[in-house]
């Protein structure tokens, strides 16, 4: 089994030898990420292993298939940079549906509550031995009501935490969870209604740019909004507008629409060339980790395990529970509900 693996980074390393040395995978790493212009380093290799921002699209899934390329393996639950549908009947595509829900809902929290009690803004003035408190007033989130968009295992473990900091709590999901106890409602009373609205969806056409100008509108006035999904779940241009027009508070943004040729990397020493991840940055209700939520070592540790198992079970024994299927265009609920290969 030898898996060419584009967009390699330092933390990669250390768990992906380790479970491929156990399961007999062999991979080749590559700093590049996939394209056209890079697929044709997966010659002569079983399948490759791609994560959020390399380029899956049709073009790169014929080269796949001509060189005789059997899986593509995300390592990563989304899969929006994949063509699934131009995969199918070609090449197997897998992904990693959950790993540690705790380490990405944990990081929404953690970008929430330096938000709102400014502890960014702190720690500057204090590293510059300014201690006035002028400034960092905050709001308690207890009492407040959060709107919680995907109730996966990250959403669910995020409302949990809402709910131990004693906020409400009320959601939407198209397919809502079962005996949850989670409060349903329609999407335009969650942006109605919310105090604070945090992103646990896939980016599918239906969810594109979720949060839009007209739903920016709908939102209260000083609505704080946490991306910690995917970008293109929110139309940047409008956040933008929403913030200058005061009426979203605050954006806590892991992820971004465009960040495909910016995140993952130094720029510190360029000018970024996107004038609005430009400005959303230089605002000061405005915070931007660079898609780092997954990045805890209990998470890397079951990425690894999870698409190191996906490919061995694959070539081993014929079939993956995690394969994304596009039989009945469905996708994940496709997969659910067969325990067989795709094609």
Known sequence: MKIAFFDT???????????????????????????????????????????????????????????GVKVIALR?????????????????????PAYSPYAVAEHAMALLLTSIRRIHKAF???????????????FDLHGKTAGVIGTGRIG??????CRGFGMKVIAYDKFPAENSGIEY????????????????????????????????????????IVNTSRGALIDAGALLEGIKERKVGAACLDVYEE?????????????IDDDVLARLISMPNVIVTSHQA?????????????????????????????ELCYRCGEVERCRKERREKCF
Request: glycine fraction near 10%.
């Open 124 to 138: 500057n003035r204090t590293k510059e031995h300014n201690f006035s408190l002028v400034g960092l007033t905050g």
């Open 294 to 322: 997954f990045l805890t070592e209990e998470a890397l540790a079951g990425i690894a395990e999870t698409t190191v198992g996906n490919i061995a079970g694959f070539f081993r024994e014929g079939r993956c529970d995690n």
């Open 185 to 224: 409602v329609e999407l335009g009373e969650l942006f109605e209604r919310s105090d604070v609205i945090s992103l646990h969806c896939p980016l599918t056409e239906e969810t594109y740019h979720l949060v839009d100008k007209n739903a920016v509108e709908r939102c209260k006035k000083g609505v704080v």
């Open 9 to 67: 980074k330092a933390y990669d390393l250390p768990s992906f030898q380790k479970f491929g040395e156990e399961k007999g995978v062999e991979f080749k790493f590559f700093e590049t990420k996939l394209s056209p212009d890079t697929v044709s380093l997966a010659e002569g290799f079983d399948g490759v292993c791609v994560f959020v921002n390399d380029v899956v699209n049709a073009q790169v899934v014929d080269g796949l298939y001509e060189r």
């Open 259 to 271: 960040e495909a040729d910016v995140f993952f990397q130094d720029f510190s020493g360029h000018i």
């Open 156 to 161: 669910r473990v995020f409302i949990d935490i």
């Open 76 to 96: 990563c639950a989304g899969y929006n940079n994949v063509d699934i549908g131009r995969a199918y009947g070609r090449v197997h595509v897998f992904h990693v």
